[in-house]
């Protein structure tokens, strides 16, 4: 439930887990504007859907509409999925699985600092994630990077735009790049991995950066795989099809 959702790969992947593990359920995009989440909620309610993900513009919509938060979403203060249970929702954030997913992908050392650029939704996420690492927040607009990480408490440091943190990760949490925008260079240089967490059928600015300078990446889609995997299990209760969803 989103808007847009006409490009959205979950659809394919979560159905071809339901194929993979032989269960009788569809999964479908449905274009929802921003305000209308109401009607899905009561959808919802009304046993119509057993569960739904949610993207872009309703995840605060739904942390407020559940009934109860796991411990991820309260930390994120976000819900990306909802499942209904005996007439109450459950709120859940699977995005967060979703960036350790990324981020594991790149196989580099549990020591590295993580460098998050932005602070909204998705940055917030990103701070979860990366919780157990040093992390470090820097945003083109200081005053809301503070307040983000004032919100996280001791979770996180705040540096200007363009810092250069030493062989850390670099998380993009932004829409920077993809609107023709400039990434800050020196963040990137210095970094050991990137992960850019837009959701792109093509190379964003900054996976064209890491690959030209050969530095480990993973993407938008990476991220969405892994956060299908968590929500595909709370769904279904069965654990997920990895290979096969990886591969939808």
């Known amino acids: 439930m989103g808007d847009p959702v006409d490009h959205s790969r979950s659809p394919a992947i979560h159905n071809a887990g339901f194929a993979a593990v032989d269960l009788d359920a569809t999964y479908e995009a449905v274009r929802v504007q921003a305000g209308e989440l109401s009607s899905i909620i009561s959808d919802l309610r009304s046993g119509h859907f057993s569960g739904i993900n949610v ?48 981020i594991e992908l790149l196989e580099l050392p549990d020591d590295l ?13 990103a701070v979860v994630a990366m919780a157990e690492r040093t992390v470090i927040v820097c945003g083109r607009n200081e005053r ?17 735009w363009g810092t250069g943190i030493n062989a850390s990760i670099v998380i993009n949490a932004t829409p920077l790049g993809m609107r023709g925008e400039s990434l800050p260079e020196p963040t990137l240089a210095d970094a050991a991995g990137i992960l850019d967490m837009a959701y792109s059928t093509t190379p964003t600015p900054a996976i064209l950066w890491a690959t030209t300078m050969s530095i480990p990446h993973a993407d938008g889609i990476d991220m969405l795989t892994g956060q299908a995997f ?19």
């Open 55 to 102: 993207t872009m513009p309703h995840k605060d919509d739904a942390y407020e509409a559940v009934d109860e938060h796991d411990v991820l979403a309260v930390r994120s203060r976000s819900v990306n999925t909802v499942i209904a249970s005996q007439g109450r929702l459950h709120g859940y954030n699977t995005d967060v699985e979703g960036v350790r997913y990324a």
């Open 144 to 160: 809301r990077a503070a307040g983000l990480a004032d919100s996280m408490g001791e979770l996180v440091t705040v540096v200007p």
């Open 230 to 248: 968590s929500a595909f299990e709370l769904f279904t209760g069965l654990p997920a099809p990895r290979d096969v969803m990886a591969l939808a």
């Open 113 to 125: 600092p993580v460098v998050v650029l932005g602070y909204g939704g998705a940055a917030r996420a």
